[in-house]
């Protein structure tokens, strides 16, 4: 194929970012998003969170549904178990100096998540496709509905919700939503790295090899058992870890955030950003949070912000969304990373034909 | 004893409307091996095309008076002299809601088969052929689609919608215990079950019903066996819609109008991986089976519990059979 790189070494085949337009764009954006809190306004910062901490739970789907092919409309349960497990463990550990209590609740949080993965993974090794879609999703009301019980109440504050801690890294009290940005950024941006990174590796070739087919993959030696689970407590950590940010981001967690929603809308950014790409779930995120936002402002300056009107908001955004989902199922099923493919691809041969 | 056997026919009757909804699932996925993942919210289009032609248009002004309220003098003069609970008087407040409650299946029935036509050729017509993980999600995407739709539209509040049948209370004894039923669930679980019933006669006897397990077994086949495969996706389409505005009419009348009607079709997605996705008869039991469950919970352990009863059952029979009770084991070629 004539990609118009050359590669004089094998190490410069290797690299991640293996052309000038990606570290062009890749190094361009991480300058954009440092420089982003300097002048955004309160507002921008509290979406860029929002989207940073949905961005680690796609990833974490991607891993799953992208890379290794199982279907799952129940991640929202997982982001859920990390949320109220870092309150949790945090109100457990309270004896701790809060210095460095984030760093053995959160690690905690993720494991728990990564265990219930495990789990609901279970099923998958003799169900699969659409079996395990509302095995998933099962799971996953049944995690919801436990949240809500009074039983658990005295833990999980109930369908009430319940306060989160101030997080503090060694004395560093992340308090307001600029300090949170950073954070938020910073691991948002490791996890990318290391899903694009797990996929270079023999865990990551397997899960790939059993997303093509399951069955070869198993004659070629690798165990199903292990590699589904695998897939799982690694996409589940993912969304723990989601969970635990979000936990920390927000005053005060309430089920329903956790609800089919959740879920939908992560299965919905991998599919609008591209599936088993590693930018696919930021791109797909961008759009999944801009659009209903920008409808928002939109509603808001055509009705002139009468509140007659704006309780059509909600329903046009959900109708909106559905039909992002759907447009982009009929017309690009690969999603938003194939359309930046060809531009950069062009980009990259230009002046030749793109191809 | 004698609780149990309430709470146990009690079950029966949800579990008949369950298989009523779940009929739905299963005509779709059998002909175009789609799971619909969205029949909970053409559900709850049913029932709000139920509140609107029986309840929103006979109170319109220009709305002929019979319709709302249909009293003709016989009618009038039998009433007189009857006390409160009497079963003729039950009988005759139905009879005043005759016209609107015919209006309202009618006019449900026939939007929600347009409804179901429509999401047909413009979001699965195109997909033939593709995935079906494609196809399923655009059905997920259609979730959000038609619970935005219903608010959009409906943004009245849910009143009261007329029972489809006499809700007299009946009482009766059996094995020397007292039971207590209503009349309009009883006639509920009946239309549910010979809808039911005809559906499977349908697709076991007729000329189209054949055509649908031949598209079933192998589409290219049927395809060249002069079967028109195209035809029979969107006639499975249909033939769901139009059952579901049936049950979301039922539903409405039982539990009240809301948006959260849809949510009802996760837990007959549930039964009917349960049951096994190309069995009506497995759904059947499944239906039956989780309706049983449910109100046995309900009466052990209260209302809330009641509703995972269906994603634990499902949960529990899927790791011991994957392919549901009695559904058919998929032959996988390398």
């Keep these: 194929m004539i990609n118009g790189n050359l590669k004089a070494t094998y190490g410069a085949d290797e690299r991640v970012l293996n052309n000038r337009n990606k570290q062009m764009f890749v190094f361009g954006s991480i300058i954009l998003l440092a420089l982003f809190p300097l002048f955004a306004d309160d507002y921008s910062v509290l979406m860029a969170c929002k989207m940073g901490i949905l961005l680690i739970a796609v990833v974490g789907v991607n891993v799953l549904t992208g890379y290794t092919g199982l279907v799952s409309l129940g991640h929202g349960a997982f982001v859920a178990i990390g949320a109220y497990s870092t309150v949790i463990f945090s109100n457990l550990f309270s004896g701790l100096p809060t210095g460095i209590l984030p760093f053995i609740v959160v690690p905690m949080a993720i494991a728990v998540s990564a265990l219930t993965g495990i789990i609901v993974g279970l099923p998958s090794l003799r169900v699969k496709g659409l079996y395990l879609a509302v095995a998933t999703l099962a799971a996953s009301f049944i995690v919801k509905f436990l949240i809500e019980q009074d039983l658990f109440a005295p833990w999980t504050g109930g369908i009430v919700g319940i306060d989160t801690p101030v997080p503090s890294l060694l004395g560093w009290e992340l308090d307001n939503k600029r300090e949170m940005y950073v954070l938020i950024t910073a691991l948002a941006l490791g996890t990318m790295l290391a899903a694009q990174n797990l996929f270079r590796t023999r865990v990551g070739r397997a899960f790939i090899a059993i997303r093509d087919r399951d069955y070869s993959a198993e004659i070629l030696g690798i165990s199903l058992l292990r590699y589904k689970l695998m897939s799982f407590a690694i996409s589940a950590g993912y969304c723990g870890l989601s969970g635990a940010l979000g936990a920390y981001f927000f005053a005060r967690i309430l089920p329903e955030q956790f609800g089919l929603d959740l879920s939908l809308e992560l299965v919905a950014a991998l599919i609008v950003g591209g599936m088993g790409r590693t930018l696919g779930p930021l791109f797909g995120v961008v759009v999944v949070m801009l659009v209903p936002e920008l409808i928002k402002i939109s509603m808001a300056a055509a009705t002139g912000g009468s509140l007659e009107l704006a309780r059509y908001t909600g329903p046009v955004q959900e109708i909106v969304f559905g039909l992002l989902l759907v447009f982009f199922l009929l017309k690009e099923p690969l999603g938003i990373n194939q359309i930046t493919d060809r531009i950069l691809r062009s980009a990259n041969r230009w002046p030749f034909a793109r191809g | ?334």
């Design chain 2, 1 to 334: 004893m004698g609780q149990f056997i309430q709470f146990a026919i009690n079950g029966l009757m949800s579990g008949a409307i369950y298989a009523l909804i779940a009929v739905g699932i299963v005509s779709v996925y059998k002909a175009t091996k789609v799971v619909n993942f969205a029949h909970g919210y053409l559900i709850m289009f049913g029932a709000y095309f139920y509140f609107t032609f029986a309840v929103i248009i006979p109170g319109q002004d220009w709305a002929p008076a019979w319709l709302a309220s249909w009293k003709p003098d016989w009618m009038v003069e039998m009433r007189e002299g009857l006390s409160m609970f009497s079963l003729l008087g039950a009988v005759l407040d139905w009879a005043a809601n005759v016209p609107r409650i015919i209006c309202g299946l009618i006019g449900a029935v026939v939007c929600n088969a347009i409804l179901g036509r429509v999401v047909e050729r413009t979001l699965m017509r195109p997909l033939m052929g593709q995935s079906v993980f494609a196809m399923i999600m655009v059905t997920v995407g259609l979730i959000s689609i038609l619970s935005g739709s219903a608010s959009l539209i409906w943004t009245a509040d849910a009143a009261f919608v007329p029972h489809i049948a006499p809700n007299t209370p009946i009482r009766f004894e059996l094995f020397g215990s007292m039971i207590f039923l209503f009349g309009a669930d009883i006639v509920n679980m009946i239309i549910a079950l010979i809808i039911f019933g005809s559906i499977v006669a349908m697709v076991k006897f007729t000329k189209g019903g054949v055509a649908i397990r031949a598209t079933a077994e192998d589409q290219s086949t049927a395809y060249s066996m002069g079967i028109s495969v195209p035809k029979i996706f969107s006639r499975a389409w249909v033939l769901a819609s139009a059952t579901g505005a049936v049950a979301g009419a039922i539903l409405a009348t039982r539990n009240g109008i809301s948006p959260s009607l849809g949510l009802f079709g996760f837990s007959v997605l549930a039964i009917v991986l349960m049951g096994g996705l190309d069995s009506y008869v497995g759904c059947f039991i499944a239906a039956m089976a989780v309706g049983v469950l449910e109100a046995m919970t309900q009466w052990k352990m209260g209302g809330e519990w009641a509703e995972i009863v269906p994603y634990v059952a499902v949960l529990v029979v899927i790791i011991f059979r994957p392919h549901g009770l009695m559904g058919q084991k998929e032959v996988e070629r390398i």
